[in-house]
């Protein structure tokens, strides 16, 4: 038996339970210049950063938050974080992402939760949302296009009472050109249970390598090998990492993360030799035994997004409630929901009780309808819970339009149903006239000329065809269908 065959059972024993991450491509190369791993130095870092400058179909450009400077190390854990809990959604892929204090710290590896980890949090979140991405890249079609976003575009925030208190649950919006890249399954499948045994530096040299390596991984007996030039690995995988002349600094610097990735199995070994060319550090990378247990079970053995069949529990526990919460602020302030900066808990509280008897779709008619009731008594509402008492009104409001509705149907069909039963009976009247003997058309056309005598003019003419038909069925009621015969038959 090989050795890799041996190593390759070991990894299938500490790995059989894999849990998978899906990184949409171009989030994956963005997600290497977008995070510093250096806090103090990302903190400091705002000026505009550019990859693939010189190749027009595959250049990024990230546009850093002028006071947040660079989103850092805790940034790249809730992101990560964040994009396990929305692979874990599974199919059919949505566009938000909700959690709760408790989950994101256990996430991140957070075992207590106090005020500051809750600030450190909101300015993880707050360097990627104010982040500014612009994407060029060729489509399926062979068009060249371009998407500006944020990664996450919009954040419901809540606290329990005060800007000073901690977040209790949040729900982000994923940008929509990373939601259509997924749906097309542009996306590479990850280990994160893996990725949760290293640190960020640690996570970000395996997303990539990974990426690497599974586009180079062809058959079963390829050796594979992997080399980059140090400097773009610290500037294009590592957020702008200080980059080092000397092979001992750069050991130092990122030795420690390369023998994790070999001590997990991912890599066999790794070298930081010199270039023959110009001199310049390059680091070759070998997969090892977990790389391709991982790349059988990912992408040979295992389905691609499972569809779930309770898609979006968080959705109505979480994000729903906090999204109904943030609309009220919204409504009653006048604001803008992304200049809101957080909700309370009592008004989430008080969301997941009025969307237990109303859905999120109508609650802004209810809404509408509450604060309009509330300004009839000059009622200055200042909390969800002051609504609450004109839920009884609205939705007895909504029985009796629906019941109107339902009533206006039924006429509308009745009506309906009537005026095609009566253009059936003018058509077979006047088919069955044209049969008749001459004798008896003449007695039918006599009596139509002296009910139209009444009329003058185009008019006559009109209303004389009509009274023909009438009559002509009147006389002759077993050759036309009745109303309940025609619709029986319809």
Not at 47 to 53: G, K, M, N, V
Not at 84 to 91: E, L, P, T
Not at 107 to 133: M, N, P, V, Y
Not at 314 to 321: L, M, S, V
Request: aromatic fraction near 10%; charged fraction near 25%; glycine fraction near 6%.
């Amino acid at each position: 038996m090989s050795e890799r065959t041996i190593g390759r059972q070991r990894s299938a024993e500490g790995n059989t339970r894999a849990g998978k991450l899906y990184m949409e491509n171009n989030l994956l190369r963005a997600a290497g210049a977008l995070f510093c791993h250096d806090q103090k130095r990302g903190a400091a870092r705002t000026q505009e950063i550019q990859l693939d400058r010189e190749i027009h179909e595959k250049r990024i450009t990230i546009r850093p938050d002028s006071k947040l400077g660079q989103p850092g190390p805790l940034a790249h854990k809730v992101f990560v974080a964040l994009i396990k809990k929305h692979s874990d959604y599974g199919r059919p892929i949505l566009n938000e992402i909700s959690f709760t204090r408790r989950e994101i710290g256990r996430l991140i590896g957070r075992k207590d939760w106090g005020g500051k980890d809750s600030e450190q949090l909101s300015r993880a979140l707050h360097e990627i949302h104010d982040t500014f991405i612009k994407t060029h890249f060729k489509n399926g079609s062979g068009r060249y296009v371009e998407h500006s976003f944020n990664i996450f575009p919009q954040l419901w925030i809540e606290r329990r009472e005060f800007a000073s208190d901690p977040i209790e649950a949040c729900t982000v919006s994923l940008a929509e050109p990373i939601v259509q890249s997924l749906q097309d399954e542009h996306f590479v499948c990850l280990n994160h249970i893996l990725m949760q045994q290293l640190g960020t530096i640690g996570q970000a040299l395996y997303m990539r390598l990974f990426f690497h390596f599974a586009n180079l991984y062809t058959r079963p007996a390829q050796h594979l090998v992997f080399q980059k030039r140090y400097e773009d690995i610290c500037a294009e995988w590592l957020g702008g990492l200080t980059v080092h002349a000397h092979r001992s600094v750069v050991e130092h610097q990122l030795g420690a993360h390369l023998h994790q990735l070999v001590s997990t199995g991912f890599l066999t070994t790794y070298n930081i030799t010199k270039s023959k060319m110009d001199g310049a550090l390059v680091v070759s990378f070998e997969p090892g035994p977990a790389f391709y247990d991982d790349y059988d079970r990912f992408y040979r053995r295992g389905s691609r997004g499972a569809r779930h069949a309770d898609i979006n529990p968080d959705n109505r526990q979480i994000g729903e409630p906090l999204k109904l919460a943030y609309l009220f602020a919204e409504k009653r302030t006048g604001q803008r929901v992304s200049s809101v900066a957080f909700v309370n808990s009592k008004d989430v509280n008080t969301a997941k009780q009025i969307l237990a008897e109303v859905t999120f779709k109508e609650a802004p008619a209810f809404l509408d309808f509450a604060l309009a009731a509330a300004r009839e008594t000059n009622f200055d509402v200042q909390t969800l819970g002051g609504l609450r008492q004109y839920l009884a009104r609205y939705k007895a409001r909504q029985i009796a339009e629906a019941s109107e509705k339902r009533q206006k149907v039924t006429s509308d069909k009745t009506e309906a149903e009537r005026l095609a039963y009566d253009h059936y009976r003018r058509q077979k009247a006047q088919a069955l006239f044209q049969s008749l003997p001459k004798k008896e058309q003449g007695i039918i056309d006599d009596m139509a000329e002296r009910a139209a005598a009444r009329f003058s003019g185009s008019l006559r003419t009109s209303m004389r065809g009509v009274y023909r038909a009438q009559i002509t069925a009147q006389r002759h009621p077993e050759n036309i269908k009745t109303l309940d015969q025609w619709k029986e038959a319809a």
